[in-house]
């Protein structure tokens, strides 16, 4: 009996691996194939898959007569795909050839994404850089004719600060405060109110504002940016709402168990457990939120309607913001109210930028935080 079982040798041992065909097998054989490895031929196989598929577009483009050029891009990265698959699948095997589709479709994807934004901020950074000074955050528009020189968005960062400013004070404690009760109370209305809140989420823009218009023109009120305020509440309620249930919900459940175990009631563990707990992770969501309504334009047009001058004033009178202030100057057929326009974009653009790196930067405190929690 013992002489039917064959001993391990030493190298044996330490893979791990038996050779089970016993004849003419060899240690590369035994040893188990990585597919995410990318050896030297894998890369020529997919130099000649692109190669075939740009001549084969060449030629439809020469039979058919096609002059678009997304189009053909579109058919190349298609034609490309289906060469690289069979070409491996004839070299490698199923397996790894539909590894390998996949990973390459996955990181062209992400590749055009990230090359699709870094092309529009540079489109926005080089119109919008020549008519960027000092000037521009200390004036307005008020006495600047279309072909004056000089003039500036200071009404509209004063407006974008005053009616986001406003929003935010009301949108971010109703928001975090409604997901304590989705996530922590659980009552009756639990369901009902996460649908509401849902239907939000996909609510236009427009409607926002046409809801506030309505709402006010009852009571015979003017434009004003409180008005713009209230429709940027609403748009923010659901992002941050959402947000910050997604928070809670990382929150360990035994930090609750051991302060109930202690004796201390449910408000008390909320507000002095879980709320400090997930303290920079809800300031995050309170920055998206921010970062969604900073750069609504339709339901402005409704509410605060938008003025060339200095409003400091958000409940009274027209005010402009930075949406605003773009739309108004880039649909005219004026180069140098164009250059401020885009000149305008250029600083909404920054101040999302500038909010996202905060979110992200937050959000990485929250997680090592929550880490040691646990």
């Known amino acids: 009996m013992t002489d039917l079982i064959a001993p391990f040798d030493a190298g044996e041992e330490q893979t791990g691996l038996v050779a089970t065909s016993g004849v003419g097998a060899t240690p590369d054989e035994d040893r188990p194939r990585s597919v995410r490895s990318v050896t030297s031929e894998q890369t020529g196989e997919a130099l000649v898959a692109g190669v075939a598929a740009v001549a084969f577009v060449i030629v439809l483009r020469v039979v058919l007569d096609w002059n678009g050029v997304m189009g053909s891009a579109l058919y190349g990265y298609g034609f490309f795909l289906t060469f690289y698959y069979l070409?491996?699948?004839?070299?490698?095997?199923?397996?790894l050839a539909t590894d390998r589709l996949i990973t390459t479709a996955i990181w062209s994807s992400g590749l055009v994404v990230a090359a699709v934004l870094v092309w529009?901020?540079?489109?926005?950074?080089?119109?919008g850089w020549p008519a960027l000074?000092?000037?521009f955050f200390t004036q307005d528009l008020a006495k600047v004719?279309?072909?004056d020189k000089g003039g500036g968005a200071r009404h509209a960062i004063i407006g974008t600060l005053e009616q986001v400013g406003i929003a935010t004070i009301f949108a971010v404690p109703v928001a975090v405060l409604t997901a304590v009760y989705l996530h922590e109370?659980?009552?009756?209305?639990?369901?009902v109110i996460r649908f509401i809140v849902?239907?939000?989420?996909?609510?236009?823009?427009?409607?926002?504002?046409?809801?506030?218009?309505?709402?006010?023109?009852?009571?015979?009120a003017g434009f004003s940016g409180i008005k713009g305020a209230s429709a940027l509440f609403i748009l923010m309620l659901p992002t941050v709402t959402r947000t910050s249930e997604e928070i809670l919900r990382t929150i360990p459940g035994s930090l609750r168990e051991a302060s109930m175990a202690l004796g201390a009631p449910q408000w008390r563990v909320v507000l002095q457990v879980v709320v400090p707990t997930g303290l920079a992770g809800l300031t995050t969501a309170a920055i998206l939120g921010i970062a969604r309504a900073i750069g609504e334009t339709a339901p402005m047009l409704l509410t605060a309607l938008g003025t060339n001058a200095t409003n400091v004033n958000p409940l009274k009178g027209a005010q402009s913001d930075l949406p605003l202030f773009v739309w108004a100057l880039v649909r005219l057929p004026n180069k140098t109210l164009q250059e401020r326009a885009w000149t305008g974009a250029l600083i909404l653009v920054l101040l999302v930028l500038v909010l996202f790196v905060l979110a992200r930067a937050v959000g990485n405190r929250s997680a090592r935080r929550l880490g040691r929690n646990r």
């Open 133 to 135: 000074r000092p000037g």
């Open 145 to 147: 004719g279309p072909r």
């Open 120 to 127: 529009m901020v540079a489109f926005v950074v080089v119109k």
């Open 198 to 220: 849902d239907a939000m989420s996909g609510l236009p823009s427009i409607v926002a504002g046409l809801l506030i218009f309505s709402l006010t023109g009852l009571f015979g």
């Open 185 to 191: 109370i659980s009552g009756r209305m639990t369901r």
């Open 87 to 95: 070409i491996l699948r004839r070299s490698a095997g199923r397996i």
